[in-house]
C-alpha cells in the first residue's frame, strides 16, 4: 500500500543552450557503432534460433520449411506490439528524470543541471590506483561488506566528522554506489505496511525503492524560500506505524542544509516514537555556507541512525559506484542483507582505487 505524494515542484527556467562542439565529453566514438554484418548487430534486431548464425550453418538438417516458420513467426512477433510487463508495485514508475534530462542536454547541447555529478573529473592518484588494482589481479569477489583498508579510512573520516567511533568491520557495509545502500537499507529495515517519511522534493530513487519494499509513503514538503521543515506537520504525520524518517541534507535539489535545531527537533520525535532515521549525506562535503551537521552525531541518535554516504559527488567518480552504509550492528545486519542477497559485493578495483592506501578518504581529513 502506498499513497501520493502531494507535492508541485517549481517552474524550472528554460535550459542555456551552447554550441554541441562545446562538450566533447558526450560525442560517441564510431568504433562503439556495431557494424551491420557482426554478429552483435544481428542478435540484436533477431530473435530465437534465428539470433546465432553459427548454430544455423551448422545444423544442415533443419529444413527450407522450418527455416520460412520462424521467419514468419519473427516478423508476426516484431509487429504485434506486447504490453509491457512489470510488477503492480513499480508499473507508477517510468524513466527516471535524470535519464530525461541528460538527453535533453544531450539534445540540445545544454549544461547538464538535472543528473548530480560535477564538471572535472576524479584526482590522478585515485584513478591510478584503481588500474594498478586491475593489472595487481583485484577482479574477483571483494569481502561482501568492504575492502579493510576503505572500511577503516571510512571510519576514520567519520570519526573526525561526527567524534563517534565505530568497528570498521561490524558497523560500515560497503555498496555500488549510495544508491545501493540506500535499497539495501529499505529493503533489509522496512517491512511491508511500515510508514516512512520523506521530505519532498526528493531523489526519484527513493519512492521506488520504497514501493519495492512494501511501505507506505508520506511526504512532506519544503516550501520555498527557506526550505524549513513544517514541524507541526511532521508531528502530525509521525503514527504509531511509522517506522523510518528518510532526512537528504544537504538536500537535493534545494540545497537546504538542515539546521541543527531542525535535527535536534526531529531527533527529539525518533526517540519518542521510537522511529528510525535514514540520513541520505552524499554532498556532505559539497557544503559552503554552513556547516554539514550528521544526525547520527547527536545525542542518543546513533543508536537508531543509518548514515549513507560514497565517494562519488565528492572525488567526481560518479561512475565508480562506491557507496557505504554506517550504522550500530543491531541495524546494519538489516542493511547489509539487503545488499549481500541481491549483489553480494561491490566493484572491486574501484574499491581498492577507492581508499588508494585510504589517501583518498583521509585527504579530507586535513
Given at each position: 500500500m502506498?499513497?501520493k505524494?502531494?507535492?508541485?515542484?517549481c517552474k524550472?527556467?528554460?535550459?542555456?543552450?551552447?554550441?554541441?562542439s562545446?562538450?566533447?565529453?558526450?560525442?560517441?566514438s564510431?568504433?562503439?557503432?556495431?557494424?551491420?554484418?557482426?554478429?552483435?548487430?544481428?542478435?540484436?534486431?533477431?530473435?530465437?534460433?534465428?539470433?546465432?548464425?553459427?548454430?544455423?550453418?551448422?545444423?544442415?538438417?533443419?529444413?527450407t520449411?522450418?527455416k520460412?516458420?520462424?521467419?514468419?513467426q519473427n516478423?508476426?512477433?516484431?509487429?504485434?506490439?506486447?504490453p509491457?510487463?512489470?510488477?503492480?508495485?513499480?508499473?507508477k514508475?517510468?524513466?527516471?528524470?535524470?535519464?530525461?534530462?541528460?538527453?535533453?542536454?544531450?539534445?540540445?547541447?545544454a549544461?547538464n543541471?538535472g543528473q548530480g555529478?560535477?564538471n572535472f573529473?576524479?584526482?590522478?592518484?585515485?584513478?591510478?590506483?584503481?588500474?594498478?588494482?586491475?593489472?595487481?589481479g583485484?577482479?574477483?569477489?571483494?569481502r561482501?561488506?568492504?575492502v579493510p583498508?576503505?572500511?577503516?579510512?571510512?571510519?576514520?573520516?567519520f570519526?573526525?566528522?561526527?567524534g563517534l567511533v565505530?568497528d570498521?568491520?561490524?558497523e560500515i557495509?560497503?555498496?555500488?554506489?549510495?544508491t545501493?545502500?540506500?535499497a539495501a537499507?529499505?529493503l533489509?529495515?522496512?517491512?511491508?505496511?511500515?510508514?516512512?517519511?520523506l521530505?519532498?522534493?526528493?531523489?526519484?530513487?527513493?519512492?521506488?525503492?520504497?514501493?519495492?519494499?512494501?511501505?507506505k509513503?508520506k511526504?512532506?514538503?519544503?516550501c520555498?524560500?527557506?526550505f524549513?521543515?513544517?514541524?507541526d506537520?511532521l508531528k502530525?504525520?509521525?503514527?504509531?506505524?511509522?517506522r523510518?524518517?528518510?532526512i537528504?541534507?544537504?538536500?537535493?535539489?534545494t540545497?537546504?542544509?538542515?539546521?541543527?535545531?531542525?535535527?535536534?527537533?526531529?531527533?527529539?520525535l525518533?526517540?519518542e516514537?521510537?522511529?528510525?532515521?535514514?540520513?541520505?549525506?552524499?554532498?556532505d562535503?559539497l557544503?559552503?555556507?554552513?556547516?554539514?551537521?550528521s544526525?547520527?552525531?547527536l545525542?542518543?541518535?546513533?543508536?537508531?541512525?543509518v548514515t549513507l554516504?560514497?565517494?562519488?559527488k565528492?572525488?567526481?567518480?560518479?561512475?565508480?559506484k562506491?557507496g557505504?552504509a554506517i550504522?550500530?550492528p543491531?541495524?546494519?545486519?538489516?542493511?547489509a542483507?539487503?545488499?549481500l542477497?541481491?549483489?553480494f559485493?561491490y566493484?572491486?578495483?574501484?574499491?581498492?582505487?577507492g581508499?588508494s592506501?585510504?589517501q583518498?578518504l583521509?585527504i579530507?581529513?586535513?
Open positions: 502506498q499513497s505524494c502531494p507535492w508541485t515542484p524550472m527556467p528554460m535550459p542555456l543552450s551552447f554550441k554541441p562545446t562538450f566533447s565529453a558526450f560525442s560517441f564510431k568504433q562503439l557503432l556495431l557494424h551491420r554484418k557482426s554478429i552483435a548487430y544481428i542478435v540484436s534486431t533477431r530473435r530465437g534460433i534465428a539470433c546465432y548464425p553459427s548454430l544455423m550453418a551448422s545444423s544442415p538438417s533443419v529444413s520449411t522450418q520460412d516458420a520462424v521467419s514468419t516478423d508476426s512477433t516484431r509487429k504485434t506490439q506486447q509491457l510487463q512489470v510488477a503492480k508495485r513499480l508499473e514508475f517510468k524513466t527516471t528524470i535524470f535519464t530525461q534530462m541528460s538527453s535533453l542536454a544531450i539534445k540540445h547541447g549544461i543541471l555529478f560535477p573529473d576524479g584526482p590522478e592518484f585515485v584513478k591510478e590506483a584503481a588500474i594498478q588494482a586491475i593489472k595487481d583485484k577482479n574477483q569477489y571483494a561482501g561488506y568492504g583498508d576503505l572500511n577503516s579510512a571510512i571510519a576514520e573520516r570519526k573526525k566528522d561526527t565505530v570498521p568491520d561490524k557495509t560497503i555498496t555500488s554506489g549510495c545501493e545502500a540506500i537499507t529499505m533489509g529495515l522496512i517491512n511491508p505496511g511500515d510508514e516512512v517519511i521530505f519532498a522534493p526528493f531523489y526519484d530513487s527513493y519512492e521506488a525503492t520504497l514501493s519495492m519494499a512494501g511501505a509513503i511526504c512532506i514538503t519544503l520555498p524560500p527557506a524549513s521543515v513544517p514541524i506537520e502530525s504525520a509521525i503514527t504509531k506505524n511509522t523510518a524518517i528518510l537528504n541534507t544537504p538536500h537535493n535539489p540545497g537546504k542544509m538542515f539546521t541543527r535545531e531542525e535535527l535536534s527537533t526531529i531527533a527529539s525518533c526517540i516514537n521510537d522511529v528510525l532515521v535514514f540520513t541520505d549525506e552524499v554532498y562535503k557544503a559552503f555556507e554552513t556547516d554539514h551537521i544526525m547520527a552525531s545525542p542518543g541518535m546513533y543508536e537508531r541512525t554516504n560514497s565517494l562519488g565528492t572525488f567526481s567518480l560518479t561512475g565508480w562506491i557505504w550504522a550500530p543491531h541495524l546494519t545486519w538489516g542493511s542483507a539487503g545488499t542477497f541481491p549483489y559485493c566493484l572491486h578495483p574501484n574499491a581498492v582505487g581508499c592506501c585510504s583518498s583521509r579530507l581529513l586535513c
